[in-house]
């Protein structure tokens, strides 16, 4: 499918990268990108999803289907496909595959070799966009422009700070290795599991530090020293200290906290009049919202996916979006750049100039394709120094409601559909008005109930005032949902 892709309309050069982020090593998958560096449109899901369900004996058919559907000839193809891979065992095996089938569509294949995900969107969209789109756009450059951003925003310091990073035995690793030199007169980076005695991903990295709310196994740090950790393919990121030998993490909700408050200042201080806006999804923590709120920035809900939250996100002059998980990026729209470039070119009050020139700098070190976990690292160290904001001042911003996540197996997940964000329930009748009945025995509660996307099961999200609350309001939410969908089952 990334050959015809890649044929289809604006014939531009699409990307391949060869991962199974977070999960476990011996597993492996692709993720497509388009050509300019965003995640593979829903369509494309559609066919990519049709073409991996064929047969050997029946693809060619589906190929010729899918050619003549889309007007795109299987023979004499231009297209260009970048791919990348991160460092599992099976990953070299995988792109010979890969290239072995798109050169059968005569597709023009540049292998990038090792490297994170985020930087293979970053090489995608550069390429398109380039003036010279024929040549692909180098690694190397990857790491000079946001390793200069960096240097240039962040500035100079009285001593080198320092910080750890969990890199989950995985490609961050490496990436983290070659962009460290660069910037070590600035900031100094301990890279932390880095491949060459642990497993990928096991006991360590963004998944399984969220999961377990848990630091990472060989990552050791002294009081209020600056941690991260990302996941096996370096895009998504959260941030994690120690206090009184007690493990405190600071989520994608509170990293996009931080990033809309700085934004949203620069931009009245420089009164330039764009509109921000934050992107979260149903499971986004409701005591992040309303300190958003309280700080006069719109909130919007989406569906649960990266893919509904960058659409989403587009709509502002500058949209940050970012998942619990930690994946999550800034959007600064063309007109919101343009601006702020005339503007720092032109502006004479000082104030304002100094305000505009800093966030012209920020939007220099966020890879504007998707979520970077490096990048992101870099920026997050970026705002605490200019802001002289600690760990614990960061964390206490607002204070987390407890909550509690369930997985609840049922007999067909589609009965369940919903509404609202997938915050309420539309079908079956009578279940979201049993789910409000309970909610209002709790307090500051709220609970939704979602199917899955990948397995025949329902996810229930419930948060209260308490821990001990929140964990009983989802057992029962659990237990009803349960109860209900099977006494549909036995009507039928």
Known sequence: SSGINAEYGVKAAVGVMVTASHNPAPDNGLKVVEAQGEMLLAQWELYATQLANTDSASLVEVLQELSKELEVS??????????????????????????????????KVHDVGVCTTPQLHWIVKQTNISSQPSNIAAMSDYYKAFSESFIHVYGKSEQIHSIKVDCANGVGAEALRTLSPLISQHINIVICNDGSTGQLNENCGADFVKLMQNAPQGVEAGDMEHCYTIDGDADRSLFFYFQDHKFHMLDGDKIATLFAEFISNLIQEAELGLSLGVVQTAYANGSSTSYLQSRSI????????????????????VGVYFEANGHGTVLFSDTAMELINARAECETRKAHKAAVTRLLAFTKLINPAVGDAITNILAIETILKLCKLSPQTWGNKYQDLPYRQLKISIRDR???KTTDAERRISAPPGMQDKIDEMVSDYTN???????????????????????????????????????FTESLHSKL
């Open 74 to 107: 299987l023979t004499g193809c231009k297209g260009r496909i970048i791919v990348g891979r991160d460092t599992r065992e099976s990953g070299p095996h995988m792109v010979t595959a890969l290239t072995d089938g798109a050169k059968n569509l005569q597709c």
């Open 298 to 317: 719109p909130v919007v809900c989406v569906p649960t996916g990266v893919k509904h939250l960058h659409k989403r996100a587009e709509q502002f002059d």
């Open 414 to 416: 589609d009965i369940i």
């Open 445 to 483: 509660a709220r609970c939704f109930v979602r199917p899955s996307g990948t397995e025949n099961c329902v996810r229930v999200h419930a948060e209260c005032a308490t821990q001990r609350e929140a964990d009983a309001l989802a057992t029962a939410v659990g237990a009803m949902v349960f109860d």
